[in-house]
């Protein structure tokens, strides 16, 4: 069994002249002037050997840094960050001699950052080996052109837990499967990542990323994807930081663990066990979702994730454990047969994904997961108000299958045309309607978080209450999203490279079963002036 890795943090460079390939070109991205100085960071991806586990011996992945997950990102509001992504995958020649499954030429998404869309890592934007691509990011809160917030954006806009992956149409669950994944956490006054300011939450070693993705594997012990499966592929082993069902030994103290299902496919219901049986108490405290701190923390005895989902957990082991430690091992019992959906079935006892090795004896603990004291008393993060008079149109978006693929309102995803045409500072209310039964699809918006109003006619779940940037659709049903366009695209900005200009402004909407996506469950949606 091994240890569970920890991704390492990325350093940034120590200045602009450190990049590789030359200064980037302030004209080519939006507020660039505005929220200029940014700290510089270079990201490699490239082919490396990885051990999933010491009985399979190494496989072939394509990773950021040559890492999966690749090296985890450290940000603050207010500073803004400019990442350079090289393109060092294998020549197309290269892959004639040495065939292998993904695409070559690539684009990353940092999932879900209120980013401009040049930088948003659009499908249409990819690009060859041997070149790179620049992500300018003004690591400011949503809102930050309005008024009432104009320099710096609304306070509870926050984003806390990101991710970053592979974005190239067609390609995009076989490059995530292949290792294209990595996390990015983004702190603000409140939260802080210092467990002795702000809310106090776990930090420091005690803040972990988890990222959570099933693979499967040859006869040679290599990864495994089949192209054929448009469901979506299920993998048979489970992974854990890209390590099979790996170990972590913590103290009797509080972890703040953010957690991420990397998809292609598969859901998952998280449960303890202890001594061979299943907690029924509720040893989980849901702090976020997708990132967003939530008004509330949340004790939850079990929970499930979609792909894309992040949820921020807190487990207290000093609750759980005796002053001899002991262990409790993380479960995933979501029964799943194939792409689908998961069946509403409980295995038992399920997948074994982590082993948590609980140390003996008191440790200090100065963090805190702040409780109201009173009904409806906010502890974590104000939400945001959905104001329904702000509303200037309505949009249904029907998901459906058709010709062995898949489609939004009836058609696959054509990155020429544009299916909505949005005006910037306004709002809107989205329907998304699932037209089969027996299908699951976590329908993700780029751009700006939105608030689901609610399933079916009924209100969400009280864990769904926030801002979220994937909403899971379930079968024959009608989810209704509020969401906001703001900030973008930067009023007179006119991209130096005139073939480049008409992207300005344009994002996707797409499931985020990422092989339905590829087949090709997406569409393009734009914000004007």
Known sequence: MHELPIPTVKKPLASVNA??????????????STFKLPTFYELHLRP???????????????????????????????QPILVRIHNELPTNAEMLDNPTFGSND???????????????????????????????YPMMKAGFTTPQFAGAGDPNEALGTLFYHAHRPDFTAQNVYKGQVGFFRAF??????????????????????????????????????????????????????????????????????????????????????????????????????????????????????????????????????????????????????????????????????????????????????????????????TQVPVNLSEVVAERIFRFSRSNGAWVINDKFFDPRRSRAQIQRGTAEIWEFRNNDNGWQHPIHIHLEECHILSRDGSPPPAWERGRKDVVILG?????????????????????????????????????HNLTHEDHAMMLRWDVQL
């Open 188 to 381: 603000d006054e409140i939260d802080t990542g210092d467990e002795t300011t702000g809310l106090r939450l776990p930090s420091g070693e005690f803040d972990v990323p988890l990222c959570f993705a099933d693979k499967a594997f040859d006869a040679d012990g290599q990864l495994f994807f089949d192209p054929f499966n448009l469901d979506g592929i299920l993998g048979d082993k489970n992974t854990v930081n890209g390590v099979i069902q790996p170990y972590f030994r913590v103290q009797r103290r509080k972890y703040r663990f953010r957690m991420l299902v990397a998809g292609p496919a598969r859901f998952m219901r998280f449960f303890l066990m202890k001594d061979g049986s299943f907690l029924k108490t509720e040893p989980f405290i849901q702090i976020s979702n997708d990132g967003n701190l939530l008004e509330a923390p949340i004790r939850r005895n079990n929970f499930k994730m979609a792909p894309a989902e992040r949820f921020d957990i807190v487990i207290d082991f000093k609750e759980l454990t005796s002053a001899a430690g002991g262990e409790l091992i993380l479960y995933n019992r979501a029964l799943q047969l194939d792409g689908r959906e998961p069946k509403g079935e409980l295995m038992n006892p399920g997948h074994a994904l982590l082993k948590f090795i609980v140390q003996g004896g008191d440790s200090e603990d100065p963090s805190q997961v702040p409780f109201p004291s009173q009904e409806g008393q906010t502890t974590l993060r």
């Open 19 to 32: 990049l590789i390939g030359g200064p980037p070109i302030p004209a080519e991205h939006q507020y660039y």
């Open 475 to 511: 079968g024959r049903e009608r989810v209704r999203v509020f969401i906001r366009f703001r900030d973008f695209p930067e009023p007179g900005f006119l991209h130096p490279n005139p073939v480049r200009q008409p992207d300005i402004g344009r994002y996707p909407l797409h499931c």
């Open 48 to 78: 490396a050997q990885h051990t999933f586990h010491e009985e399979l011996g190494p496989s072939l992945i394509w990773g950021y840094d040559g890492t999966f997950p690749g090296p985890t990102f450290d940000a603050c509001y207010g």
């Open 106 to 136: 690539v684009i990353t998404h940092l999932h879900n950052m209120h980013s401009a869309s040049e930088s948003d890592g659009g499908p249409w934007d990819f690009y060859q080996p041997g070149e790179f691509c620049d992500h300018h």
